[in-house]
């Protein structure tokens, strides 16, 4: 059954882009909320870009749905469990 699954099939539908210092509106970026979920990734849109931190919104939201979160400017941004689920 393994051997039938295609590369296509297993390979991520996101392009993320891990490294900070190229951080711009728009990039998708894989963020955590540890306080809640420990490790667990989320997908999220950059919505601004700081010196010190990001604004992002769940990637897929359309925009007068999504609640933006501030997280940290870092590879994966973390985002406290109180900007993300209150």
């Known amino acids: ?3 039938m699954v295609t590369e296509a099939e ?3 539908p996101f392009a993320f882009n891990f490294d ?11 963020y955590q909320v540890p306080e809640a979920f420990g490790e ?17 919104r769940h990637y897929g939201m359309p925009g007068g749905d999504a609640k933006c979160m501030r997280g ?15």
């Not at 900070?20 to 894989?30: L, R």
């Not at 601004?48 to 992002?56: C, K, N, R, S, T």
């Not at 940290?72 to 900007?83: A, L």
């Open 40 to 56: 667990m990734p989320f997908v999220g849109e950059l919505v601004e870009v700081a010196d010190d931190h990001v604004i992002l």
């Open 10 to 12: 297993t390979s991520c």
């Open 72 to 86: 940290t400017r870092e590879s994966r941004p973390v985002v406290s469990k109180s900007e993300a689920l209150e």
């Open 1 to 3: 059954m393994k051997d």
């Open 20 to 30: 900070p210092a190229t951080f711009k509106v728009g990039d998708i970026v894989s």
